[in-house]
């Protein structure tokens, strides 16, 4: 798989209670009771989602670890790394003395137990499969960190973003068959039970893909010319990557049948914003839906 998928994940909402003014009681997804007395003062991310959303809620001060994938905001430079997403160091998190660490199921189950036997506060999340699962798991952390009323007016300014979208979407009637392009050997692409797949539908296309269930998936040379994409959206890390990858499509031989690369219909689309479970998924969401109906954003959004 490719190692994006690693950390491409989080959430159901999970069972939270609170006791008290300054006491919160929470069931993390692995099933963990998970209580604070209070706010997290040094709190460690273990994914670049989580980052991204802590730093949504205004918390970047309190941050004192992260991964070497944790890239945005420019601010999280300054931080220090504690590794990779599933070999963290446990020294240079424990030399941190967190009171939170918050983790992915993506992140090794191993080094997450770990860390629990070396009495660190662990809170794992779980992989979402929709837009509306990003709202859920910025309210879980806003309750998990104190910042309920934070967390409550992000949420409310995605959801105002995501209905605009739908608005100028109306009742569009042309839905492209879109081949998404997902960084990887092959053609890795997102399936029916992938958050980016409800993202293509809310952008008013069919994913290509859209019908098989699972999460990500290699197509073959065979399945993509069978299933003849009008429109092929490349996730790529910057502008050189996304034209090595357009010029390797347009190059194969094998797929000069399929509509997109007759056409030469393959668009850019940036792939920390759409790989990363988190705020930025919205910025992905109005990206894709003016590359598929460019017509219904003549001013923009």
């Known amino acids: 798989m490719p190692a994006l998928c690693l950390w491409l994940a989080l959430l159901c909402a999970g069972p939270w209670m609170a006791a008290g003014k300054q006491e919160a009681v929470l069931y993390d997804d692995l099933g963990h009771s998970f209580s604070l007395a209070g706010p997290p003062r040094r709190i460690v991310s273990l994914a670049p989602d989580i980052t991204e959303i802590l730093f949504a809620l205004n918390l970047g001060p309190r941050i004192v670890g992260v991964t070497r ?15 990779g997403l599933v070999d963290p160091s446990l020294e240079k998190i424990q030399v941190l003395h967190p009171d939170l660490v918050i983790a992915f199921r993506g992140n090794s ?16 999340l779980n992989s979402g499969t929709s837009l509306a699962g990003v709202l859920e798991v910025i309210k879980r952390i806003g309750r998990l960190t104190f910042q309920p009323e934070s967390a409550g007016r992000l949420c409310r300014e995605l959801e105002d973003r995501r209905r605009g979208l739908e608005l100028a979407l109306g009742n569009v009637g042309n839905t492209p068959r879109i081949f998404l392009s997902v960084p990887g050997q092959g053609f890795w692409t997102c399936g029916a039970q992938g958050y980016l797949n409800d993202l293509i539908i809310q952008a008013r296309g069919v994913n290509i893909a ?13 399945q993509l010319v069978r299933e003849n994409p009008e429109v092929i959206i490349v996730m790529a890390k910057n502008l050189e990557a ?14 000069k049948a399929v509509g997109a690369i007759r056409t030469r219909n393959i668009r850019f689309l940036d792939e920390d914003s759409a790989s990363r479970f988190g705020p930025r998924l919205f910025q992905a969401l109005e990206d894709v839906a003016r590359i598929l109906h460019p017509e219904r954003f003549p001013g923009g959004l």
């Open 69 to 83: 994938y944790c890239d945005y905001p420019p601010e999280v430079g300054r931080i220090e790394k504690v590794g």
């Open 109 to 124: 189950i191993g080094i997450v137990n770990r860390l629990r036997s070396l009495g660190s506060p662990v809170f794992v």
């Open 242 to 255: 996304f034209r090595s990858m357009r010029d390797r499509l347009l190059s194969d031989a094998r797929l």
């Open 210 to 222: 859209g019908g098989i269930r699972r999460r990500w998936l290699n197509l073959t040379r065979e």
